[in-house]
Each structure stands twice: as structure tokens, then as C-alpha cells.
């Protein structure tokens, strides 16, 4: 047969994906496998047995991340690295990260039954910590601070504790590190978590960079004083100027044409007390997008808003950077290895950023790096109510492997 007519076995993974989601089943219909637990441990040992039985020669790397690798038709090409997380947010869904994981071992599976014979080698990967700071891709990146080491995860054990839980040694995590230009490329399959593609009546999105973020601390300074004999035209109520910036971050935003988002997500009102007029509010903006000129664009109109508002209410205003996340552009060539795959499989696909942060875009500082996405029911996740339609979950892993075939003839 030849390889373009080479398909997955869609019943064999969807099997997968169910045993899978019995580990750390919750009775919603979710799963509870946050990094590190015992669910976490369990649903990995399951995925490195999987990574066996597809022939592959599994190691687990001193950070706590499984590979399992097929040797390749040149003993010195990079690999093709495809792959993502099995572990989950508390009271998480079946599909984030665990499609991308099973997707891999699939196509793994494809390749050998099919007699295919890469010219690069193909390692999947169950990167560890995800969900909570892609703790496992970091450290492959090396961008992990390790006095990180010591925070608790959700889960309770230490970030330490967990990498020696998983199989890794945190005393030598330089040995998990890959050096730029040591893959050929990477590539993830994974839901989009959001209802871009389900509106585009699109089967398959082809992920265009993952969106920089900047984060500020705002913070009205008005007057504490009591809320019965203050009258109206003497306050200088900080809440009431916070207010109206909360109001203008969705107008500003949307004020120029994109798919840039700003969000307010935290209010602290001070004193706090319900008969006394706030003297003081800390909010949290962030702005997210591709392009970071934008974000700051958005965010000089936000600026000139808040001291506008800060006048005319008697109050004063500073708005503090607090970090920045900077934005991820994925690899045009497995953009379009991509896009190629599903038009050839017949799908419809559609070029969008990933709003969220996943390991490819730590996989992007050693190598090419790209990602796609397969749609969400309703946009849900992070939820018991996450789901992905079997037909989609299918074509995505299809998607996948056709790409794979063509990076390895296209990716150096
Ligand atoms: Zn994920």
C-alpha cells in the first residue's frame, strides 16, 4: 500500500483513550490526575507499557518525561518528536494532552504495522507537569529555575518528590536537557479548548503561534471613609473608578479588528468592609496575542483610559508590568505539513493561534515546533464536560500521521 493511503486504526485508539480516562475517573465523567499523584503515576506506567507494545524502546529521562523511540532509516538524522501530557488539572477532562500522548503512541503503532520506514527517528513523548507550568518540556528546554524544585504541586508532592516519583533524578536534571538542533521537529496533537474551529466549520486547526501574554498590577488609590457621612460629591471611591476600567478593557480590546483578548481577573477592594467607601482597589489586567506591538498598542489605550477615568473620579492610578509571557510562533514548514495532510485527507482546515500555553512552545526553542488542533464540543474545557467527537479525535490522529510522513521527507 502506498504510504498517503496508510490510515490509523481509529476503534484501537478510541479504546485507548477510554482505559486511559479510567485512570483518575471521577464520577462526572472527567478525570482527577493532577501531576505527581498516584493517578498521574499509574496513567504513565499505562502509556510506557502502550509505548512497548507499539515497539518502541521507552526511557524515562532524568526530569520525569517518558520518550519512546523508533531508530530511523540514518543513524544520525535528529528525531521527529511528536506528543503531550497525560496529567491533568484537578477535576479535568479525558482528551487535554491525553489525545495528544495516544495520538503519538497511534501513529507509532501505524508506522510499524504498515512497514514504513522513516528516514528520521520518531520518539514520542508524555511530557510531566503540564498543567501546572510545563514544568517536564522546561526542563528539556532548559529553561527550569531549579529553585523551583521546592513549590508544592497540587497534588501535594513537591516538584522534587514528583520527578523521583516518576522515574526521573532532580539531582541531575541537566541530563533531561536537548540542545537546539537536536530534533528535526515537534509536533502536537490537541483539542483546541476553545470553539474557533466548531465556528469555522473547520475539522482541523492548524496552530499559527502560541499568543504572548503581559500581566499588570492596577491599583485606584482614592479615600477610605464612612459610607453614611460621606456625601456623594466629596468621595473619591477607588471601586467605583476600578469599575469603569473593567468596563473599557472588553471595548478597548475589541476596538481594532484581531483575535487579541484582555481579561481582568482579579479585584481586591480595601478596607473591605460593607460601610465604608473603598479607599483602595489592586486589579489584574492581561492581554494576550501573537503580536506583542499589539498587546502594547492595546495596552497605551488602557493607560490613557485609566487616568482619564482616575481624574475624573478623584483618584489616582499606576499600572505595574507584572510579567510577560513572550509569544511563540510555530514553524511555517509544519504549519504546512499540516494543512497539507488534511486537504489531502479531505478536511477542512483552519490557520489560528493557541490562546493557551502548552510544551510546544519549549519544544520551539530547540527545534521546529508546530501543533494542531482537533475541535472541543461547546469550546468546554478544563472540565468533566471536555469532549472531542470520535470522528474528530479520528481525523486528527490521521492528520498527524500523514504530517509526520511528510516532515520526514521535508525537515532536515
Ligand atoms: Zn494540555
Known amino acids: 500500500m502506498h504510504e498517503s493511503n496508510v490510515r490509523v486504526r481509529g476503534e484501537r485508539l478510541l479504546a485507548d483513550l477510554a482505559a486511559l480516562a479510567r485512570i483518575g475517573a471521577t464520577p462526572e465523567g472527567g478525570v482527577n490526575r493532577p501531576a505527581y499523584s498516584d493517578a498521574d503515576l499509574e496513567a504513565r506506567q499505562i502509556v510506557r507499557a502502550w509505548m512497548r507494545d507499539a515497539g518502541l524502546a521507552v526511557r524515562v529521562d532524568t526530569a520525569g518525561n517518558t520518550f519512546g523511540r523508533r531508530e530511523g532509516a540514518d543513524s544520525s538524522a535528529p528525531p521527529i518528536v511528536i506528543g503531550s501530557h497525560t496529567d491533568s488539572v484537578p477535576q479535568g477532562g479525558r482528551f487535554d494532552g491525553a489525545l495528544g500522548v495516544l495520538a503519538a503512541i497511534e501513529v507509532a503503532r501505524t508506522v510499524r504495522d504498515a512497514g514504513i520506514r522513516l528516514t528520521h527517528p520518531l520518539e514520542v513523548v508524555d511530557f510531566q507537569n503540564e498543567e501546572g507550568g510545563l514544568v517536564g518540556s522546561k526542563i528539556v528546554a532548559g529553561r527550569f529555575e531549579r529553585d523551583a524544585l521546592a513549590l508544592k504541586a497540587t497534588s501535594g508532592r513537591t516538584i522534587e518528590a514528583g520527578i523521583a516519583l516518576l522515574g526521573g533524578d532532580p539531582s541531575r536534571l541537566d541530563d533531561a536537557r536537548r540542545l537546539p538542533g537536536s530534533i528535526a521537529g515537534y509536533l502536537e496533537l490537541h483539542i483546541e479548548q476553545g470553539r474557533v474551529l466548531e465556528r469555522a466549520g473547520a475539522d482541523i486547526g492548524v496552530v499559527e503561534g502560541l499568543v504572548g501574554i ?3 498590577e492596577v491599583t485606584f488609590t482614592g479615600v477610605a471613609s464612612h459610607a453614611g457621612t460621606t456625601p456623594m460629591a466629596d468621595r473619591h471611591d477607588a471601586l467605583v473608578a476600578a469599575a469603569r476600567l473593567v468596563s473599557m478593557v472588553p471595548a478597548i480590546v475589541t476596538s ?3 483575535r487579541q483578548v484582555g481579561t481582568v481577573g482579579r479585584l481586591a477592594v ?3 468592609g460593607a460601610n465604608v467607601i473603598p479607599g483602595k482597589v489592586v486589579l489584574t489586567l492581561e492581554l494576550r496575542d501573537l503580536d506583542l506591538a499589539k498587546v502594547g498598542e492595546l495596552f497605551s489605550a488602557i493607560e490613557r483610559e485609566a487616568h482619564a477615568i482616575a481624574a475624573a473620579t478623584g483618584t ?8 510577560t509571557n513572550d509569544p511563540s510562533p510555530t514553524d511555517p514548514i509544519i ?10 485527507l479531505g478536511l477542512r482546515s483552519h490557520a489560528m493561534p493557541s490562546g493557551a500555553g502548552h510544551d510546544a512552545q519549549n519544544m520551539a526553542t530547540i527545534g521546529p515546533a508546530g501543533m494542531l488542533f482537533v475541535p472541543s464540543v461547546n469550546g468546554i474545557s478544563h472540565s468533566p464536560l471536555e469532549r472531542t467527537e470520535d470522528h474528530d479525535v479520528v481525523n486528527g490522529v490521521n492528520v498527524l500521521l500523514a504530517a509526520v510522513l511528510e516532515l520526514d521527507r521535508t525537515l532536515s
Request: no cysteine; hydrophobic share 35%.
Open 335 to 344: 504549519q504546512q505539513a499540516v494543512a497539507n495532510a488534511a486537504r489531502t
Open 270 to 272: 480595601f478596607p473591605g
Open 214 to 216: 503581559r500581566y499588570w
Open 316 to 323: 489616582t492610578v499606576s499600572l505595574e508590568p507584572t510579567h
Open 256 to 258: 481594532t479588528p484581531g
